[in-house]
C-alpha cells in the first residue's frame, strides 16, 4: 500500500480521517478498512497463489517416481523402535554410494516450516500460515532437490516420513498439487544431468538421527521463505478462519445471553 501504483492505493483511507476513526471507535469504518483488517488478522493480506501447470507432462510422457519402502511389513505399534534402527542400517549399508538427504515438514498453531538435512548441513524455513503440513512435506523435498542440483555429487537417497508425499509424486491425477509438478519437473533436469536420486520412506520418531534432526529443523523459528500457497490450502485455511470467527461469534452471543437474558436487542436481531 506504500506504492503509489498500488492497486488497492485509490480505496486507501486518509490520514485525517483514519485519526478520527481512531479517536471514534464507536464509527463504522468504510468497507476497504475493515476487509484490510480481516485479511490481516487471517494472514491474507500479502499472498500470492501458485499456478497448477496442468500442461507440464503430456499424456504420452507422464513422468514415472517410484520409492522403496524397507520397513514395510513392520507394523509401527507394535515394533520396537531399535528394530526400525537396524532395518535403516541395513538400508544404508545397501545404498551406501547415495549421499542421505532427509526432509521434513510440520504444522503447528501459528507456525508452518520445513527442515532439510544435507551433507551434515541442517536448512530449516518457516512457510506461510496457510500451507498444510503436506505442502511443508512436499515442499521439503522440492528444497532437497534444489540443493542436490547444484552439488558436485551424483547419487543421492531422500528420506522423508509422508507417506502422503511419496504416492502422490508416484501416482499420476489430473489434479495433481502444483509442488509436486515442480519435483518432478526438477527430477526430470537432474535427470538429464546423469544425477542418481532414489526416494525412500523412513518412519518418524523412531530414533534415526537424520530424520529427527530433520523434524527439529522443520518445527524451528527460522527465515521466512517467500513462496506462494497452493490454492486448496487458501481455501482451507480460509475456511478454518470463517469457522473460528463464527464460533467465537456464537460463544460471545451465548454468554451475552444468558447474562441479559432474552429480552434484549441483540437477541432480536440474532432471530
Known sequence: MSFPSHILKPFDLAIGLNRLYEARSFNIKPFSERAKAVLNDAHLNNINIQENNMLAFPPWDIHIFNYSNPFSGYDKAGTAAVIYQQLFSFHRSKYSKYIPVYTDGSK?????????????????????????????????????????????????????????????????????????????????????????????????????LGNEQADIAARSMSDHMQRPVCYRDLKTSTQNYTGLKKLRYNMFFEAHHKKNGSNNKMHSLHE
Not at 509424486?169 to 538429464?192: D, G, N, Q, S
Open 108 to 208: 503447528t498453531a501459528g507456525h508452518v516450516g520445513c527442515g532439510v538435512v544435507f551433507n551434515n548441513t541442517i536448512l530449516n524455513f518457516t512457510l506461510h500460515n496457510s500451507m498444510s503440513v503436506f505442502s511443508a512435506e512436499l515442499t521439503a523435498i522440492l528444497v532437497a532437490l534444489q540443493h542436490i542440483i547444484v552439488s558436485n555429487h551424483r547419487h543421492f537417497c531422500v528420506y522423508t516420513d509422508s507417506m502422503s508425499a511419496l504416492e502422490s509424486l508416484h501416482f499420476a491425477t489430473e489434479h495433481r498439487h502444483p509442488i509436486v509438478i515442480e519435483i518432478l519437473l526438477l527430477l526430470r533436469k537432474l535427470e538429464r544431468k546423469d544425477f542418481d536420486i532414489i526416494f525412500s520412506w523412513v518412519p518418524g520418531h523412531v530414533g534415526i
